[in-house]
Nanobody
């Protein structure tokens, strides 16, 4: 059974940083991709960042570009999201997701429907 568990959310001041981690277990896919999405109250879920586990492809949402960075740790089986210069508009529940379609092109990795497995989400609140 595939499991994704997020951690690292919390309350941070505007301008601060947070690092989210997603621990992945229970899958046997050789070629997969991980994504981070977020959903703010009253808004649709949107892509933050995604990457092929091979490291061959990275995709960033418009809101994340230049401030956020997605990485993966092969030994720990984690996908990480480093978020810098956080703004109040970044307040949302952040979800990690996994797709077995690791060779997907960038436009496919942006789509929510591409991902078969999802974590429960972790709250990020940016407020003074």
């Amino acid at each position: 059974q595939v499991q994704l568990v997020e951690s690292g959310g919390g309350l941070v001041l505007p301008g601060g940083s947070l690092r989210l981690s997603c621990t992945v277990s229970g899958h046997t896919f050789n070629n997969f991709a991980m994504g981070w999405f977020r959903q703010a109250p009253g808004k649709e879920r949107e892509l933050v960042a995604a990457m092929a586990w091979s490291g061959a492809r990275f995709v960033y949402g418009d809101s994340a570009r230049g401030r956020f960075s997605i990485t993966r740790d092969r030994k720990k089986n984690t996908a990480n999201l480093q978020m810098n210069r956080l703004e109040a508009e970044d307040t949302a529940v952040y979800y990690c997701a996994l797709t077995s379609r690791g060779n997907s092109i960038s436009s496919t990795l942006r789509q929510i429907d591409t991902y078969e497995y999802w974590g429960q989400g972790t709250q990020v609140t940016v407020s003074s």
